[in-house]
């Protein structure tokens, strides 16, 4: 619980820092991209492009998180299912001994 929360702190501290860099900057400037080119204001080009960022990073991990997660229960399964073979194994053996 203690770790969302430090992980919730984190991220408002953040965005908060971006805020306050953006606030300052209220300049116009010609933001050119490869169709088109735009004048916007450099705090909300700030804004934007720092929201993009945070999505794309929240993505990225999401992504390995879930690959990890998947990896996770597939050798979960196999440990159980190798945990199965050897007490087949070890009561038959027994079995065995005591015939």
Same mark, same amino acid.
């Given at each position: 619980m203690i770790k969302y929360i430090l992980g919730f702190v984190l991220v408002l501290a953040i !965005?908060?820092?971006a805020i306050t860099i953006g606030a300052n900057n209220d300049q116009? *400037?010609?933001f050119n991209?490869?169709?088109a080119k735009s004048d916007v204001q450099l705090s909300t080009l !700030?804004?934007?492009l720092f929201g993009?960022?945070?999505i794309l990073g929240?993505? *990225?991990t999401g992504i390995f998180y879930l690959k990890l997660k998947f990896q996770n229960m597939s050798l979960a399964r196999q440990v159980?299912?190798?945990t199965l073979q050897i007490n087949e194994l070890t009561t038959a053996s027994r079995d065995k001994?005591?015939?």
């Open positions: !965005v908060l820092v116009v *400037i010609t991209y490869m169709i !700030v804004a934007i993009l960022g945070l929240w993505l *990225i159980k299912r190798q001994a005591t015939q």
